[in-house]
């Protein structure tokens, strides 16, 4: 059974730093496009940072400078250290697993999500 796990979550205050993980079991990160997606009620989720498997990364402009995505695949993890915190920041922060096997079809994962709110 795969198993997205996210930890590190909480309430921060604006200009602040956050560092939020990513467990996984059930498969090997290794082979895997890493991301982070985020949502706010009403809105739909969308993208944070990607870490593709040759570890190259991409962000959204919102994020990018203050943002770093990382993987450590000794561990069958995934983080994203989030720096200079807004208040625009605040969402649930989505752990996502996505790859393409031998016979074409999508393999993707979620986590359950864990909560970032940042404010004063």
């Known amino acids: 059974q795969v198993q997205l796990v996210e930890s590190g979550g909480g309430l921060v205050q604006p200009g602040g730093s956050l560092r939020v993980s990513c467990a996984a079991s059930?498969?090997?990160?290794?082979?895997?496009?890493m991301n982070w997606y985020r949502q706010v009620p009403g809105k739909q989720r969308e993208l944070v940072a990607t870490?593709?498997?040759?570890?190259?990364?991409y962000y959204a402009a919102s994020v990018r400078g203050r943002f770093t995505i990382s993987r450590d695949n000794a561990k069958n993890a995934m983080y994203l250290q989030m720096n200079t915190l807004i208040t625009g920041d605040t969402a649930v922060y989505y752990c996502?697993?996505?790859?393409?096997?031998?016979?074409?079809?999508?393999?993707?994962?979620w986590g359950q999500g864990t909560q970032v709110t940042v404010s004063s």
């Open positions: 996502n697993a996505r790859r393409i096997d031998g016979l074409g079809q999508l393999l993707e994962y």
């Open positions: 059930g498969i090997n990160v290794s082979i895997y496009t």
């Open positions: 870490v593709p498997i040759d570890s190259r990364t």
